[in-house]
């Protein structure tokens, strides 16, 4: 979680160099490749970007991050599933599956997609 929020909500691209790795693989396609790819698309997000994190799984390698990323100027948050692979204790590797927030309104089972209650 110090990682994302080093380059998410401090945006101190020096200090998140030490959590990603110089070989950095990238699978998202909303990202362009490697490390510089994502620390670049971060520098050209609006300063008011935001990373949340909810629920957190690892399995050996693998960790999963449920998040929201809000401020980016879209008229929806995103809910991020963020899969990343750690190799020699660094963000080695990453795949996320990333969708619109819903409002109560939209919410077919009733419940918010992110933490206990339904964006304002």
């Given at each position: 979680?110090?990682?994302f929020d080093t380059l998410f909500n401090k945006r101190d691209y020096k200090a998140a160099e030490r959590f990603w790795s110089p070989n950095y693989i990238q699978h998202s396609a909303h990202v362009p490749p490697g490390r510089h790819?994502?620390?670049?698309?971060?520098?050209n997000a609006p300063p008011s970007l935001r990373y949340e994190h909810h629920v957190i799984l690892?399995?050996?390698?693998?960790?999963?991050?449920?998040g929201r990323f809000s401020g980016l100027g879209r008229p929806r948050s995103w809910i991020a599933a963020?899969?990343?692979r750690i190799a020699d204790g660094v963000l080695a590797e990453h795949?996320?599956?990333l969708q619109d927030e819903a409002t109560r309104e939209e919410s077919q089972s009733?419940?918010?997609m992110f933490g206990t209650t339904f964006p304002v």
């Open positions: 979680m110090e990682a790819g994502l620390f670049n698309l971060i520098k690892a399995d050996k390698e693998f960790v999963i991050v449920h963020d899969i990343v795949w996320d599956v009733g419940a918010p």
